[in-house]
């Protein structure tokens, strides 16, 4: 996914177990191992493992990123690859988005190299949308559906 700012995870990752002040959501209880949290002063939400309340990334919700539609970055830190926590976070991060900011296109952009996110967002039910160079290289922008109702 576009990457966040490399010191806001590094902060994210350093800080102690959430003291959760603002539980934006959590994975429904099929999936339930990732929280979304708010740490004041950063950007963007923690994703904490519930187990034991170890940051395992982060995600952004950002409105109005892209041509006024509303874009959903993640990064993971490498050591929690592989253990479902990115869908979780991004099941979570859409039905927040979708709730807080209805009617909104909600979008998600990965380097279209970066075959992982690629089938993340495919098994979220994105579709491809567009195609474009970024940052040197290109990258693949998908719509994300708004959860049903």
Do not use: C, K
Not at 71 to 95: C, F, K, N
């Amino acid at each position: 996914m576009r990457q966040l700012q490399r010191h806001h995870l590094s902060r994210a990752a350093a800080l102690p177990p959430v003291q959760r002040s603002e539980h934006v959501g959590a994975a429904p209880a099929a999936h339930g191992h990732v929280d979304l949290v708010d740490h004041s002063g950063l950007p963007a939400r923690s994703a904490v493992r519930r187990t034991d309340g170890q940051v395992v990334g982060s995600v952004l919700v950002e409105p109005g990123a892209r041509d006024d539609r509303t874009e959903i970055s993640y990064q993971l830190l490498p050591e929690h690859w592989g253990h479902g926590y990115a869908r979780e976070a991004m099941t979570v991060a859409v039905d927040w988005a979708a709730a807080a900011l209805p009617g909104r296109e909600l979008i998600a952009v990965t380097q279209e190299a970066n075959t992982r996110s690629r089938r993340l967002l495919d098994a979220l039910g994105g579709t491809l949308a567009e195609r474009f160079v970024d940052f040197g290289q290109p990258q693949v922008l998908y719509r994300l559906p708004a959860p049903a109702s």
